[in-house]
Structures are given as structure tokens and as C-alpha cells.
């Protein structure tokens, strides 16, 4: 059974930063990215980051490139999103994502496995 537990999200200032974690367990080893989506209110769920489970490949989009950094640890199956300089529109329900597809790592329907989101929150 697959498994994807985000933790990290709450309030913060703008300018702030908080880190995003995700725990996985199930299948890792058919993985073959590892994504952060986020949807605000009234939003299309929309890319975030991205980054390949056995490599070292990372994408981000234009809108937090400079700002966000995704990493990983295998040996706990741990993925993170490390959020600084936060805006208010990055406020978000932000999620956790897993791809065995390995196509195109920013499009979400190719994302078989998704966690339960965990909200941030950035006050002006």
C-alpha cells in the first residue's frame, strides 16, 4: 500500500520560509518522480517542483525558481520543499506526489499516488 503524509505547512509572514516534508512508503522502488503541486482557492492544482527518485534531477516552476528548493532522502523516503522569501500568493494547500510514469514530471495527471495536502498559509 502506497502512502504519502505531508507535514511542515501553517502560517507564516511574507518573507518567511517553511520547509515542506513528505513521507512515503509502498512501492518506492517503481518511482519515478517525486512532485509538490499546490492549489489555491478557486485554482487549478498547478506544478510546484519536481525531482527524480534515483537521480538528481530537479524541476521547478518559473514562479518559485530562487525561492524554493526540492531535495530528497532515500534511505528514509523522505521528500522536501524548502520555501523561503514566501509571498502571499504562494498561499496554497500544497501536496505530495508520486510518478511512476516518468513523461513529463510537471503534468499532475501523470501522478499516480498523491498525498493529503497540507495548507500554508503567508499573510502580507
Known amino acids: 500500500q502506497v502512502q504519502l503524509v505531508e507535514s511542515g505547512g501553517g502560517l507564516v509572514q511574507a518573507g518567511g520560509s517553511l520547509r515542506l516534508s513528505c513521507a512515503a512508503s509502498?512501492?518506492?522502488?517503481?518511482?519515478?518522480?517525486m512532485g509538490w503541486f499546490r492549489q489555491a482557492p478557486g485554482k487549478e492544482r498547478e506544478f510546484v517542483a519536481a525531482?527524480?527518485?534515483?537521480?538528481?534531477?530537479?524541476y521547478l516552476a518559473d514562479s518559485v525558481k530562487g525561492r524554493f528548493t526540492i531535495s530528497r532522502d532515500n534511505a528514509k523516503n523522505m521528500v522536501y520543499l524548502q520555501m523561503n522569501g514566501l509571498k502571499p500568493e504562494d498561499t496554497a494547500v500544497y501536496y505530495c506526489?508520486?510518478?511512476?510514469?516518468?513523461?513529463?514530471?510537471?503534468?499532475?495527471?501523470?501522478?499516480?499516488?498523491w498525498g493529503q495536502g497540507t495548507q500554508v498559509t503567508v499573510s502580507s
Open positions: 506526489a508520486a510518478d511512476s510514469a516518468g513523461t513529463n514530471p510537471t503534468r499532475s495527471d501523470e501522478y499516480d499516488y
Open positions: 509502498g512501492r518506492t522502488f517503481s518511482w519515478y518522480f
Open positions: 525531482i527524480m527518485w534515483s537521480g538528481r534531477s530537479t
